[in-house]
């Protein structure tokens, strides 16, 4: 089906800034929405930030005026930059992304796919 990959978490200083990238590939005949969850220990999995295929985002309350989801399309790629850092944003976050695929040389079908995740801790 899709696979995604994600880079670019790692330890930051609140404040600081971080950029996620996310890299789908296999036998993909369109992605729809692209997006990026969190994850916090004990914590439900949350919707961060949302980009569709046209352009249009969606935020978080928590993460509105800091962080700015883009993607590439020619890429398969969607990114999030984190700005302006908070403890709080300490999470494992997680690409998604939804469309469709080849099964075979004349039939599509629908597929959503999560990333492996990657850490970000902002600690001092």
């Known amino acids: 089906q899709v696979q995604l990959v994600e880079s670019g978490g790692g330890l930051v200083q609140p404040g600081g800034s971080l950029r996620l990238s996310c890299a789908a590939s296999?036998?993909?005949?369109?992605?729809?929405?692209m997006g990026w969850f969190q994850q916090a220990p004990g914590k439900q999995r949350e919707m961060v930030a949302l980009?569709?295929?046209?352009?249009?985002?969606n935020y978080a309350d928590s993460v509105k005026g800091r962080f700015i989801i883009s993607r590439d399309s020619a890429k398969n790629t969607v990114y999030l930059q984190m700005n302006g850092l908070k403890p709080e944003d300490t999470a494992v976050y997680y690409c998604?992304?939804?469309?469709?695929?080849?099964?075979?040389?004349?039939?599509?079908?629908?597929?959503?796919?999560w990333g492996q995740g990657t850490q970000v801790t902002v600690s001092s």
């Open positions: 998604n992304a939804d469309g469709t695929y080849w099964r075979d040389s004349y039939y599509s079908d629908v597929f959503s796919s």
């Open positions: 296999g036998r993909i005949a369109s992605i729809n929405t």
């Open positions: 980009i569709t295929s046209g352009g249009t985002t």
